[in-house]
Structures are given as C-alpha cells and as structure tokens.
C-alpha cells in the first residue's frame, strides 16, 4: 500500500507541476489569486465531490444487483467500491476490474457476472460525457461549435448502434473457436447474460440517469471552482463549465493514462481559454482546483476503506487494491 500511495502521490504531483509550469505565465497573478480565493467555496467543492462519488456507488451497487440477485452487505459494498475506486489510477483505468475481484470474493458474484457493470459504466460516462459538451457546445451557439456539437453526438450514436453486433459477433466466435463447455465459454457465457440484464430499460435508466447526475456534479465543482479563484457566476459561465469540463475530461479517458492526470488538467486550461475566453492563471488555478477535489475524495475514502475492510477482513482471499494476475482467475470463480 505504501508503494501504490507514494507512486500515485508522485503522479500527481508531477501532473500538477507540469501544467502549472507550462501554461502560468504570470506567478504575481496566481499569487494575487491564491491569496483572494474563496476558502469557504472549499466546504461546497468537498460536498459535491462526496455527493459524485455517492451517486457512483449508488450506480455500481443497483447494477450489480440486476446481475446478481444475491444479497450482500451495504457498508461492505460501499468499502469496496471506495476500495476498488483507488484503483482509477491506473492507465485505462483497469485496476477498476479490482471492484469484480472483491464482489468475488466477498460476495460470492463471479467476475464474469460483474465485470460488464463497469464496461456499461464507462460507456455510458463517454455518452454523456460526449452529450454534455455537445449541449455546451450547442449553447454558446458559434457556427464551429455547433458542427462540433453535432459531430460527437453522431459519433457517440454510431458507437451505440454497433456496438452490440460487434459484441454478439465476437461472442459466437470465441465460442465456436473454444466451445461452450470451456472456461472461456463458460466465462463467455456469464459475461453475455449479465451483458443482456444490463440492456433492459431499467438498468439502463439507472446507469443513465445516475451517470448524468454524477457527471453535472462534477461540472458544478468546476464551476464553484472557477467562482472560487474569483470569477463572478453568471449563466454564460455554466454554460462553459458545462462545455469545458466534460470535453477535457472525455480526452483524459481516451489518453489511458493513469486517472487521465496531465490530459485532463491540460484540457480544461486550453479550452476554457479558447471556449470560454477565462483568464489564464485563473482556469489554471480552477482546474487544479477541481481535480484535486475530485481526485482527493477518491484518494482518501479509499486509502480510509483499504485500512478498515484490512482491519474487519484480515483473512481476506483477495490482496485489497494491490492485485495479482492470479486473482482474477481464481478456482471460485470466474
């Protein structure tokens, strides 16, 4: 566990070195605005952060619960998500695949019934990471954003309307390569079965509807971010947060680095200012702003649920937030 702090600990150091280096140009002006930011926005910004990663669990855990019908503990399962939610730092974020580990061997709920709540999870986010820039771009109405707008929102339709032909394609090819009766058919099968339970109209108004509300939470922290480095609040200004921060963050995910560090930060300085004519030193300081809100939420609740599931399961089948690569494919389940 000290290793993974230390390292992550230095990624985002590093993260917020070299945006802060590169793109203030002005260190009298950043000084004047640290010494005029609204300390008391803080206690709105920690809020919000909880309230996101509230609604994130809420997600994961009414999903898993259309995959699996068994019963399993609430506050156990809220240790695991906040657990396995340390694990974004990680290019793709694939240490997430730790939440399947842990229902696992906590629950008793194969990582094959599991694993495509967190597939459907990202997909969904980039949907309507991609449908709230595109209504942000919409909204501050420049001939160039509106082709921008329309060009994701097609994009975005075009992965969702093939995406499951691909999927049921690449299903019936591994099975007729491997047959029914392997583990990978057997693997194969779950995935395709929870994969079918995920499609019905009510999991996908849960995934839906909860994603888009954790999403415009986080929108908001940028927001009250902004606010908070001394940016009067207006409409026009949501209307940025709400065009800036999702695209910054959709090419943070595409970037597969780790918690989308450096991309995500760099994107929200660059569009505010080209979007949304902000401030330099201000979006600078607003976007580190944020992401350390986001991030440290993140980053405390997990180390704190690491400590209390090692100190209530000391004999625990699972290596909590550090996994091996026999975890995964453990004899219990698949």
Known sequence: MGRLGALLTAIGLLAAVLVLATVVGDSSELKNLLRGLHWSSLIILVSLAILDHALRYW???LLLRRVDSCEFNRSTAILLFLAGSLLIFTPARIGEIAKSVYARDFFNIPVATSLPVLLVERLADIFVMALLASLGLLLLGKPLNLVLGSSTIGIVLVTIIFRRPLLNWGTRWSMSRFGTDSRLGQMLNLLNDSHSRLQSR??????????????????????????????????????????????????GSLSFLPGGLGVTEGGIVALGILLGDLPQEAVVLSALLTRLVILGIVVIAGVVSVLILRQKYPDAKSELVLIDQGSIGGNDGV
């Open 202 to 251: 009510d999991a996908l108004g849960i995934n839906l509807t909860l994603g888009t509300a954790a999403w415009v939470t986080e929108v908001t922290i940028f927001f009250f971010s902004l606010f908070a480095v001394g940016i009067p609040l207006s409409l026009h200004l949501f209307t940025v947060a709400l065009t800036v921060f999702p695209l910054a963050s959709l090419g």
């Open 59 to 61: 997600r994961w855990g």
